[in-house]
């Protein structure tokens, strides 16, 4: 219970964001990987994962800690407290399996009421939490909110004139970086004219580099990634090196 | 005296043997309850402890396994089979001999389930999967002999942990079985007695004719060594001429990236085109074996290697070892040059080539102590915790046990003779419910406790898993290279994930003695081509770095005192002269930091002696201290002597720095945060079970895990800061990579008097640290700035603004 007690203790970590523009939007993307919408008052996260220990455990494997849902909501209370916004978009796989709201620990749950009190939050399906969840807010397949278009699979044929800049996630982009003393690897949002896919939100995730053919097919000419971290930072979506 | 039977008389007779005495004493001693035998290489040492049990099964015959063997190297069991096979067959003995390790069959390893041989030859790794079988009480019953081969080489590490407490588990089996070590020359038998008895037996301890003092000099060239680097290019030529007058040379490296430069550079000189193979841990299975193989028909003059044939088969007409680069532990320059000449009574030959000047230092101090015979150790741990999580793991797939029971076999193992129970309990309710603080677990534990107490796996699907992860060597994250498809698609070996990573589709490096082109990644595979005509890029090994010996460092520091360098070659002399004139030299009860700037940083350098891994520690140190205090530290590299950091910043008052008090202070704080820690949490929370590297289906890199261990550190450090894990790794740490406690010893040793120098460029010491690889990133307020700065300068070249 040490852990528990701690918790008020715990330091929020505050990070900055980097400006960007999306179909005449006006965006920040914050060094935590969330995004901050001002004229909306919207922050949107992707990809949280909670439960992803669980299913781990379950299938006969080493138990991992159980701290993966505090450590992904505590960072989203401090982007919270900094952009208290009127409006939470969670882009999907929000939960790691459907089953996973319900198997949510009581102060959990709580936790993520308190977080939705006074402020719409949606729920918008991923490929790992389909369908109806066991757990308040709206749920929605996709979100249209003029001049944006929310859903969490960015679509191959996605024209941006007619939809509006789609904003997805899925991906877990990270990209890398040469300095003047070496190359550092951090997860990324990736934006072009059309389009913006978000970083993984959640505590246990892995991640895909920029340079892998799915993202190089997605993402359009003149691309830029946005590194998270500290101080965030944008650079030109890295292409070339190692395919993985 | 125990008469040897007239079978086993007349074959020796046949053979023109006599028993040698240590045999003997050994067959005197058959039925003490455990044996150590010292013995040199070559004598004879593993025909003195199978006898015992041939002659057993000779007089008794019976079915059923009588005797294991474990040695380190699956190697070592066949090639012991193959030589046990000639006395067994040309007397008729009824006895039936096997290996089994990960290279045999899995028909095979069903057959020897069902039906064991008289006696099995196999690793640590392979026993320890043999106990996790629920039908292990069958296949043990009726064991009498237990020998462990090489066992001063299993008694460092943790494989050795995880083989004593798998042979507790025998022992418990069947409690009579007795144990039998075969070890070479060490410097302190009563530890690795220790390590091989059961707790409440004593172990008789027999001594073999050391043999004649080796023949052992420094390598004669012309040349001086280079001011730096750790190649010996320069050495070359002179080495070639060892080969050419020498039946079968091996050439030690201490690491494999060296091996592979020298080797590619002896292909080149090699005029008379002398067949000469290369031998080391990152090369493909086949190619290894082909090396091996064309080495005992003779057919290679010389052998370029590493660590890896430190052990293994006896090559009867190697007469000739050289090492290059210092051999940092005298200890093992003995072992390696007992591979040469393994008749037992001509003196072994053997040749040092330092790979730069302060490693003929170094080498001059090695020798003496070989001379007089001091070998260095260091004092053994206790037990470690995550072998022994691994270990209850495994206990737990052969069926539900008593936990008080299992307690009390592991008290009877030499390295947890000291366990508490508390500890005990703390590494069981770890692999039941991970031991967290925050109990959230209870319906997904691994370990359910039954009514009668006893403990079992709660899902059996568990026992595939577990087992698939069984084994405490740590590989680093490699990938396989193979030629690209359309040219054979041949395997030629592994490089480091992070290696790989830096390459793009052109750029060259060595492996296995050729230069080869990278062309793609294709899956978890790296294809190349070949390319003759480049110089390559270099393949980046992690392998082991031993840190040079406290007795080796000790002897450079009071050699230094001397003032009188007349016994070493005159360019080294005159190397410690140019340092005394334009800095000073190291003293054992001060620490000499100098300070300069070079090519646009700041550099600091420390000459610690301490060993490399303490030296490392205290580059993490210096650089936190530095961080705190706004100097702009970006990174640092340490050697066995001295530590060097470089930044943005100068540093003008670095005993600031170096205060012991901060230095103590901070280390609890910076101990949480850094690379090494993250690192030695990933090799401990492997063994304990906490991240599997092989899963049902499929092999997994590292990278490709779905979460990385970095983030369950992170965690664990949040939210339950006192989790066993953390706890094992802070002590790994500290007597390993951290290696706290020879940090410490320095500080008491300097008393805080240090001596700083500002210097106009770059000294003749600090020079060779420029080029040394294992630099470690500082991830501070510097980095942020050059991210931004790279950041920046990418968006102006691509004409994009924000």
Request: glycine fraction near 8%; charge should be neutral; charged fraction near 20%.
């Given at each position: 219970?040490?852990?528990?007690?701690?918790?008020?203790?715990?330091?929020?970590?505050?990070?900055?964001?980097?400006?960007?523009?999306?179909?005449?939007?006006?965006?920040?993307?914050?060094?935590?990987?969330?995004?901050?919408?001002?004229?909306?008052?919207?922050?949107?996260?992707?990809?949280?994962?909670?439960?992803?220990?669980?299913?781990?455990?379950?299938?006969?494997?080493?138990?991992?800690?159980?701290?993966?849902?505090?450590?992904?909501?505590?960072?989203?209370?401090?982007?919270?407290?900094?952009?208290?916004?009127?409006?939470?978009?969670?882009?999907?796989?929000?939960?790691?399996?459907?089953?996973?709201?319900?198997?949510?620990?009581?102060?959990?749950?709580?936790?993520?009421?308190?977080?939705?009190?006074?402020?719409?939050?949606?729920?918008?399906?991923?490929?790992?939490?389909?369908?109806?969840?066991?757990?308040?807010?709206?749920?929605?397949?996709?979100?249209?909110?003029?001049?944006?278009?929310?859903?969490?699979?960015?679509?191959?044929?996605h024209n941006g004139d007619i939809m509006g800049g789609e904003?997805?996630?899925?991906?877990?982009?990270?990209?890398?970086?040469?300095?003047?003393?070496?190359?550092?690897?951090?997860?990324?949002?990736?934006?072009?004219?059309?389009?913006?896919?978000?970083?993984?939100?959640?505590?246990?995730?892995?991640?895909?580099?920029?340079?892998?053919?799915?993202?190089?097919?997605?993402?359009?000419?003149?691309?830029?990634?946005?590194?998270?971290?500290?101080?965030?930072?944008?650079?030109?979506?890295?292409?070339?090196?190692?395919?993985? | 005296?125990?008469?040897?039977?007239?079978?086993?008389?007349?074959?020796?007779?046949?053979?023109?043997?006599?028993?040698?005495?240590?045999?003997?004493?050994?067959?005197?001693?058959?039925?003490?309850?455990?044996?150590?035998?010292?013995?040199?290489?070559?004598?004879?040492?593993?025909?003195?402890?199978?006898?015992?049990?041939?002659?057993?099964?000779?007089?008794?015959?019976?079915?059923?396994?009588?005797?294991?063997?474990?040695?380190?190297?699956?190697?070592?069991?066949?090639?012991?089979?193959?030589?046990?096979?000639?006395?067994?067959?040309?007397?008729?003995?009824?006895?039936?001999?096997?290996?089994?390790?990960?290279?045999?069959?899995?028909?095979?390893?069903?057959?020897?389930?069902a039906d064991p041989p008289h006696i099995l030859l196999t690793?640590?790794?392979?026993?320890?999967?043999?106990?996790?079988?629920?039908?292990?009480?069958?296949?043990?019953?009726?064991?009498?002999?237990?020998?462990?081969?090489?066992?001063?080489?299993?008694?460092?590490?943790?494989?050795?942990?995880?083989?004593?407490?798998?042979?507790?588990?025998?022992?418990?089996?069947?409690?009579?079985?007795?144990?039998?070590?075969?070890?070479?020359t060490v410097d302190d038998p009563k530890a690795i007695a220790?390590?091989?008895?059961?707790?409440?037996?004593?172990?008789?301890?027999?001594?073999?004719?050391?043999?004649?003092?080796?023949?052992?000099?420094?390598?004669?060239?012309?040349?001086?060594?280079?001011?730096?680097?750790?190649?010996?290019?320069?050495?070359?030529?002179?080495?070639?001429?060892?080969?050419?007058?020498?039946?079968?040379?091996?050439?030690?490296?201490?690491?494999?990236?060296?091996?592979?430069?020298?080797?590619?550079?002896?292909?080149?000189?090699?005029?008379?085109?002398?067949?000469?193979?290369?031998?080391?841990?990152?090369?493909?299975?086949?190619?290894?074996?082909?090396?091996?193989?064309?080495?005992?028909?003779?057919?290679?003059?010389?052998?370029?290697?590493?660590?890896?044939?430190?052990?293994?088969?006896?090559?009867?007409?190697?007469?000739?070892?050289?090492?290059?680069?210092?051999?940092?532990?005298?200890?093992?320059?003995?072992?390696?040059?007992?591979?040469?000449?393994?008749?037992?009574?001509?003196?072994?030959?053997?040749?040092?080539?330092?790979?730069?000047?302060?490693?003929?230092?170094?080498?001059?101090?090695?020798?003496?102590?070989?001379?007089?015979?001091?070998?260095?150790?260091?004092?053994?741990?206790?037990?470690?915790?995550?072998?022994?999580?691994?270990?209850?793991?495994?206990?737990?797939?052969?069926?539900?046990?008593?936990?008080?029971?299992?307690?009390?076999?592991?008290?009877?193992?030499?390295?947890?003779?000291?366990?508490?129970?508390?500890?005990?309990?703390?590494?069981?309710?770890?692999?039941?419910?991970?031991?967290?603080?925050?109990?959230?677990?209870?319906?997904?534990?691994?370990?359910?406790?039954?009514?009668?107490?006893?403990?079992?796996?709660?899902?059996?699907?568990?026992?595939?898993?577990?087992?698939?992860?069984?084994?405490?060597?740590?590989?680093?994250?490699?990938?396989?290279?193979?030629?690209?498809?359309?040219?054979?698609?041949?395997?030629?070996?592994?490089?480091?994930?992070?290696?790989?990573?830096?390459?793009?589709?052109?750029?060259?490096?060595?492996?296995?003695?050729?230069?080869?082109?990278?062309?793609?990644?294709?899956?978890?595979?790296?294809?190349?081509?070949?390319?003759?005509?480049?110089?390559?890029?270099?393949?980046?090994?992690?392998?082991?770095?031993?840190?040079?010996?406290?007795?080796?460092?000790?002897?450079?520091?009071?050699?230094?005192?001397?003032?009188?360098?007349?016994?070493?070659?005159?360019?080294?002399?005159?190397?410690?002269?140019?340092?005394?004139?334009?800095?000073?030299?190291?003293?054992?009860?001060?620490?000499?930091?100098?300070?300069?700037?070079?090519?646009?940083?700041?550099?600091?350098?420390?000459?610690?002696?301490?060993?490399?891994?303490?030296?490392?520690?205290?580059?993490?140190?210096?650089?936190?201290?530095?961080?705190?205090?706004?100097?702009?530290?970006?990174?640092?590299?340490?050697?066995?002597?001295?530590?060097?950091?470089?930044?943005?910043?100068?540093?003008?008052?670095?005993?600031?720095?170096?205060?012991?008090?901060?230095?103590?202070?901070?280390?609890?704080?910076?101990?949480?945060?850094?690379?090494?820690?993250?690192?030695?949490?990933?090799?401990?929370?492997?063994?304990?079970?906490?991240?599997?590297?092989?899963?049902?289906?499929?092999?997994?890199?590292?990278?490709?895990?779905?979460?990385?261990?970095?983030?369950?550190?992170?965690?664990?450090?949040?939210?339950?800061?006192?989790?066993?894990?953390?706890?094992?790794?802070?002590?790994?740490?500290?007597?390993?990579?951290?290696?706290?406690?020879?940090?410490?010893?320095?500080?008491?040793?300097?008393?805080?008097?240090?001596?700083?120098?500002?210097?106009?460029?770059?000294?003749?010491?600090?020079?060779?640290?420029?080029?040394?690889?294992?630099?470690?990133?500082?991830?501070?307020?510097?980095?942020?700035?050059?991210?931004?700065?790279?950041?920046?300068?990418?968006?102006?070249?691509?004409?994009?603004?924000?």
């Amino acid at each position: 219970m040490k852990a528990r007690n701690a918790q008020g203790k715990l330091q929020k970590t505050l990070t900055g964001g980097v400006p960007i523009a999306l179909a005449g939007a006006s965006l920040i993307a914050l060094g935590s990987g969330a995004l901050w919408w001002p004229a909306k008052s919207m922050l949107c996260v992707s990809d949280l994962h909670l439960g992803k220990s669980e299913r781990y455990a379950r299938a006969g494997g080493a138990t991992l800690p159980p701290y993966q849902t505090q450590g992904t909501l505590l960072k989203l209370e401090s982007d919270l407290d900094a952009y208290p916004a009127s409006t939470v978009i969670c882009l999907g796989d929000s939960f790691d399996h459907p089953q996973a709201p319900s198997e949510l620990a009581k102060d959990d749950r709580l936790w993520i009421n308190r977080l939705q009190a006074g402020r719409d939050w949606i729920w918008i399906e991923g490929n790992h939490d389909p369908g109806p969840l066991d757990i308040g807010g709206s749920h929605r397949t996709t979100l249209s909110v003029h001049p944006l278009f929310f859903q969490h699979i960015a679509a191959p044929d996605h024209n941006g004139d007619i939809m509006g800049g789609e904003v997805s996630g899925h991906y877990h982009p990270k990209a890398r970086l040469k300095t003047a003393a070496r190359t550092v690897s951090r997860a990324c949002f990736l934006l072009d004219r059309q389009r913006l896919i978000l970083p993984a939100y959640g505590t246990y995730t892995g991640g895909l580099h920029s340079n892998h053919s799915q993202l190089q097919a997605l993402m359009g000419a003149g691309a830029v990634a946005v590194l998270t971290g500290k101080t965030p930072q944008i650079i030109p979506m890295p292409r070339s090196g190692t395919d993985r | 005296m125990t008469k040897l039977p007239a079978q086993f008389s007349d074959w020796f007779a046949t053979r023109g043997w006599s028993i040698h005495d240590h045999q003997q004493q050994m067959l005197d001693k058959a039925d003490a309850a455990a044996l150590l035998l010292i013995a040199p290489t070559g004598g004879g040492k593993t025909l003195a402890g199978f006898l015992p049990s041939l002659i057993d099964l000779a007089a008794a015959p019976r079915q059923g396994l009588h005797t294991i063997y474990i040695s380190p190297l699956k190697a070592l069991a066949a090639d012991i089979k193959r030589n046990l096979s000639t006395p067994v067959t040309e007397m008729g003995l009824p006895v039936r001999i096997e290996d089994r390790t990960g290279d045999t069959s899995s028909s095979r390893k069903r057959r020897q389930r069902a039906d064991p041989p008289h006696i099995l030859l196999t690793t640590p790794e392979s026993l320890a999967l043999l106990i996790s079988y629920e039908d292990a009480p069958r296949i043990f019953a009726g064991l009498q002999r237990i020998v462990i081969d090489e066992i001063h080489a299993l008694a460092d590490s943790k494989r050795g942990d995880q083989l004593m407490l798998a042979v507790a588990r025998l022992n418990a089996l069947c409690p009579t079985a007795r144990r039998i070590g075969l070890s070479a020359t060490v410097d302190d038998p009563k530890a690795i007695a220790q390590f091989l008895t059961r707790s409440s037996d004593s172990c008789h301890i027999l001594n073999a004719d050391p043999g004649p003092k080796p023949d052992i000099a420094m390598l004669d060239i012309a040349a001086p060594p280079p001011w730096a680097g750790g190649g010996a290019a320069y050495a070359i030529q002179a080495v070639l001429e060892q080969i050419a007058q020498h039946k079968t040379t091996l050439i030690f490296h201490n690491t494999r990236a060296q091996a592979e430069i020298f080797f590619h550079k002896l292909w080149l000189a090699n005029a008379q085109s002398l067949p000469i193979g290369i031998h080391h841990g990152s090369l493909d299975r086949v190619q290894r074996d082909r090396v091996e193989a064309a080495m005992v028909r003779g057919e290679l003059r010389a052998i370029v290697c590493t660590g890896s044939l430190d052990l293994g088969i006896d090559w009867g007409n190697v007469d000739l070892v050289v090492q290059i680069g210092a051999p940092k532990n005298v200890k093992r320059l003995v072992q390696r040059i007992g591979r040469a000449n393994h008749s037992y009574n001509t003196p072994s030959k053997a040749l040092l080539v330092p790979a730069n000047r302060f490693e003929v230092v170094e080498c001059l101090i090695a020798l003496r102590a070989v001379e007089s015979h001091s070998l260095d150790g260091e004092a053994r741990g206790r037990g470690p915790l995550d072998v022994l999580c691994q270990h209850i793991l495994i206990i737990a797939c052969a069926g539900p046990f008593d936990p008080d029971t299992l307690f009390e076999q592991t008290r009877q193992t030499g390295a947890y003779h000291d366990l508490t129970r508390d500890e005990f309990d703390a590494c069981l309710d770890f692999c039941a419910t991970g031991g967290y603080a925050l109990r959230a677990y209870d319906r997904w534990q691994r370990l359910m406790i039954d009514p009668d107490g006893r403990y079992r796996l709660r899902d059996p699907r568990s026992a595939a898993r577990i087992r698939m992860n069984i084994g405490t060597i740590q590989d680093t994250d490699t990938l396989k290279v193979r030629l690209q498809r359309n040219r054979g698609g041949k395997p030629l070996g592994e490089i480091e994930e992070g290696f790989a990573a830096t390459l793009s589709k052109g750029d060259t490096f060595l492996i296995g003695g050729q230069v080869v082109r990278y062309e793609g990644l294709r899956e978890m595979t790296v294809e190349v081509s070949r390319q003759a005509n480049k110089t390559p890029k270099i393949a980046t090994f992690m392998g082991t770095k031993f840190a040079t010996s406290t007795q080796l460092s000790a002897g450079i520091l009071r050699y230094f005192e001397r003032n009188d360098w007349t016994d070493l070659p005159r360019h080294t002399a005159e190397w410690l002269s140019l340092q005394q004139r334009v800095s000073r030299l190291p003293q054992a009860d001060k620490l000499l930091i100098e300070t300069f700037a070079h090519e646009g940083r700041e550099y600091l350098c420390a000459y610690g002696f301490a060993g490399r891994n303490a030296q490392q520690t205290l580059g993490l140190l210096l650089t936190k201290r530095m961080e705190e205090l706004g100097q702009n530290p970006l990174g640092f590299v340490a050697t066995d002597y001295a530590t060097l950091v470089w930044g943005l910043t100068t540093v003008t008052d670095p005993a600031a720095l170096f205060e012991r008090q901060a230095l103590e202070h901070g280390f609890e704080d910076w101990l949480s945060g850094n690379a090494v820690m993250k690192r030695t949490f990933r090799a401990s929370a492997t063994i304990a079970g906490l991240i599997e590297r092989n899963l049902p289906g499929q092999r997994t890199s590292g990278r490709q895990a779905t979460f990385s261990s970095d983030i369950l550190y992170d965690t664990l450090l949040k939210y339950d800061p006192d989790h066993l894990l953390l706890a094992i790794t802070r002590t790994e740490a500290m007597r390993g990579l951290i290696d706290f406690e020879r940090l410490r010893e320095m500080t008491q040793r300097i008393a805080g008097h240090i001596d700083h120098i500002r210097l106009p460029r770059i000294s003749p010491l600090a020079a060779p640290l420029l080029l040394e690889a294992g630099r470690v990133p500082i991830a501070g307020a510097a980095q942020e700035r050059l991210v931004a700065e790279a950041a920046a300068r990418l968006m102006e070249a691509a004409g994009l603004t924000t």
